[in-house]
């Protein structure tokens, strides 16, 4: 497994890939030892294009770990446009899912930013849990980058 870090204005976020492809986004910093590949590489230049405001969608080979339901779920996150909330509740019914369970996938995304399950609010855009960096204040921190209408 190969991993690298960036520091971003949410704090430090480090990358792991494995076969050419990423499985975890972090906060914090990689233990020593570990080397970058031109995945991460390619991945960290498309994270600094996003904090400055010049890559809306990400291009990047994922290999999320997860339950079949989890990966539709976040593949669904992967579809919601820059900038643009859904809720829990609309990709349960795209899924023919629960909320309960939608929100579950995204409590275990691995790869948050890159798959953004931060654009993801409860009812009435009630912004709910967030498990990366800070917790909410990060979640609303990236929809603000992104110009999102935050209730």
Not at 3 to 28: F, Q
Not at 55 to 69: E, I, N, S, V, Y
Not at 113 to 134: D, L
């Amino acid at each position: 497994m190969n991993m690298k870090s960036i520091n971003s204005p949410t704090g430090t976020l480090t990358l792991y890939a494995e076969n050419d492809k990423i499985i975890v986004l972090e906060w914090g910093k990689p233990a020593p030892g570990f080397g970058s590949n031109p995945v991460l590489d390619e991945a960290c230049d498309q994270l600094n294009a996003y904090f400055d405001g010049k890559l809306r969608q990400f291009d990047l080979p994922l290999d999320p770990h997860g339950t079949k339901h989890q990966k539709a779920v976040w593949h669904e996150m992967t579809l919601i446009p820059y900038g643009q909330l859904k809720t829990y509740g609309d990709l349960a019914r795209t899924l023919g899912s629960s909320g309960q369970a939608v929100g579950g996938a995204c409590g275990k995304n691995p790869i948050p930013i890159i798959i953004p399950c931060h654009r993801i609010v409860g009812a009435g855009g009630k912004m709910t849990g967030f498990s990366g960096g800070e917790g909410v204040e990060t979640k609303l921190q990236l929809l603000r980058l992104e110009g999102a209408a935050i209730i």
